[in-house]
């Protein structure tokens, strides 16, 4: 887990990064992280983003009351706290007017995500929130209504918001909310985007799915904890014994009902169809009262 040390540099170096990259002018901005004990760790008002100290960062607490430092915190710091209370899973937030994506949320426009499978994968779209006045209780208002499903927000008239598991990965979805926004733009100059076929934007959320179901799998594997089998998602009630082999490997006879069926992903979709069907006509068996 990183030390206090390690999130007030992180928070410094994404500091250096938004102002090298354009992304915030003179003292605009503003970045925060959650330490493990709950407190957050927060940019001072009034400093460039470019040139900080880790000293020079404010830690409070979730009611914002100062904890160290003897700066005043961020004027943000209502919207920030907002975040950590409604998102348990947000580790860091930063905010920064980088200018093609700040030019959309001027512009009233969102920025479309299916246009890139990085952008997709990485933003389940990217809501423009309603103008707010900067810091006041009207910004976060603003962005409460989409605060739960996204990680990312276009803030009208005014700049862009994002949400990461630490401040890095905050950082990383400003970087990717502005190239999206660039490309987007240059493919309007140049006759139009092109938005990506809905099947084939499933196609790719089914394989990074897998992939991550992969990645976990072996993650388990490598810890010795039960984990599931790829062919008949059981997890440690798979017959298949000890870890590495399916139990379709292990027993090519068995049948289609104790887990014989590879799991390519329209086998996955075919059997939650029939799974669902089902349990559907048990429902609905169940409300006429007969079987
Ligand atoms: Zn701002």
């Not at 309603?130 to 603003?142: F, H």
């Not at 388990?220 to 008949?232: A, F, I, N, V």
């Not at 104790?258 to 006509?281: K, N």
């Amino acid at each position: 887990m990183a030390s206090e040390w390690q999130v007030r540099q992180d928070i410094v170096e994404v500091g250096k990064r938004l102002w090298l990259k354009g992304f915030v002018a003179a003292n605009d901005g503003n970045i925060s992280a959650r330490l493990p004990d709950g407190t957050v760790i927060i940019t001072p008002t009034g400093v460039s983003k470019g040139f900080m100290r880790p000293e020079d960062l404010v830690k409070v607490d979730l009611d914002g009351n100062r904890l160290a430092g003897s700066r005043e915190p961020t004027t943000e710091l209502p919207l920030h706290l907002s975040v950590y209370r409604e998102r348990p899973d947000v580790g860091g937030v930063v905010h920064a007017h980088p200018p093609t994506a700040t030019g959309f949320a001027v512009a009233g426009i969102t920025v479309e995500t299916a246009i890139l499978p990085e952008a997709i994968l990485a933003f389940d779209g990217i809501p423009l929130a309603e103008y707010g006045t900067p810091g006041t209780e009207e910004l976060v208002q603003s962005v409460m209504p989409y605060l739960k499903e996204h990680n990312a927000f276009l803030l009208a008239n005014h700049g862009a918001l994002t949400l990461g598991a630490d401040v890095m990965e905050a950082y990383y979805r400003m970087e990717r909310l502005e190239m999206v926004a660039q490309i987007s733009i240059i493919a309007r100059v140049l006759g139009g985007e092109r938005r990506l076929p809905e099947e084939a934007v499933e196609r790719l959320r089914k394989a990074f799915e897998r992939r991550e179901e992969t990645e976990e799998r072996e993650r388990k594997w490598r810890e010795g904890l039960p984990w599931p089998c790829s062919d008949c998602m059981l997890a440690s009630n798979c017959p298949a014994p000890n870890g590495g082999q399916s139990c379709r490997s292990q027993s090519p006879q068995s049948s289609p009902q104790e887990g014989g069926l590879r799991a390519g992903s329209e086998e996955i979709e075919a059997i939650v169809a029939r799974v669902a069907e089902e349990v559907l006509r048990e429902l609905r068996g169940g409300n006429r009262g007969a079987p």
